[in-house]
């Protein structure tokens, strides 16, 4: 199949849109074990927030309390026995890490802010009808479910559909071009038979007036 047949004219697999590293096979099931793991494991820790009522704040802040406590009464054991202390790596920020992470939060706190002002100047139209629909859907989405379901149900999708599409790529694309040309065909005859009446009406009027 051509790459005009493709989604989007697209020339790269799948894979290679995904980065083509550890991250793209995970998410194509090329790393089976891997990506069985990762889905065991949080469905194991939706459960457990599910039924025990706990909150990911409340569960993080007791899992940091017993590693504390731990390590704190392994130190002074080991102190008072003349036992090795607790083998910590340096718990140390080099100052070109800080400088690189704050580089790229500036970066994208300025690109985010100038979209924002464009936005609430009126300057881009199309860029503030995508961030409205965005949030509608994020404020839908948010009402039907919790935080933590939501995040639960995007790691599924994220590691499935991909897989599906990358399976299944040749008939997708082929009946997404053809719906696609079914629709542009269609919005041609409604702008032929409908808008550009229309907008001939209009500009009939501003001529009389």
């Known amino acids: 199949m051509g790459s005009s047949d493709r989604l989007f004219n697209r020339q790269r697999t799948v894979h290679q849109i995904l980065g083509g590293g550890l991250v793209a096979d995970v998410m194509l099931w090329r790393q ?20 025990s009522g ?23 054991s080991a102190a008072i ?13 080099s100052e070109e890490i800080v400088n690189e992470v ?7 706190t300025n690109t985010l802010l100038q979209v924002s002002q464009d936005i609430a100047l009126g300057k881009d139209s199309k ?3 995508k961030v409205a629909a965005c949030l509608w859907l994020i404020s839908f989405v948010g009402g039907l479910t919790d935080f933590l379901t939501l995040g639960y149900i995007s790691l599924v999708i994220v590691l499935i559909v991909p897989a599906l599409y990358e399976q299944y790529e040749d008939n997708i694309d082929r009946y997404s071009m053809m719906s ?14 409908c808008i550009s009446k229309v907008q001939k009406w209009i500009l009939e009027k501003r001529k009389l007036s």
């Open 180 to 193: 696609y040309r079914k629709l542009r065909l269609l919005y041609m005859k409604l702008d032929e038979e």
């Open 102 to 108: 704050a580089a790229f939060i500036r970066t994208r």
């Open 32 to 51: 089976k074990n891997l990506t069985v793991g990762i889905l065991s494991v949080t469905l194991a820790a939706w459960v457990v927030f599910e039924l």
């Open 127 to 129: 860029m503030f009808f």
């Open 81 to 93: 026995l003349n036992r090795p202390a607790p083998p910590l790596p340096d718990l140390y920020l």
């Open 54 to 76: 706990y909150t990911l704040l409340s569960l993080v802040s007791s899992v940091f309390l017993l590693l504390v406590s731990i390590l704190f009464l392994w130190a002074k």
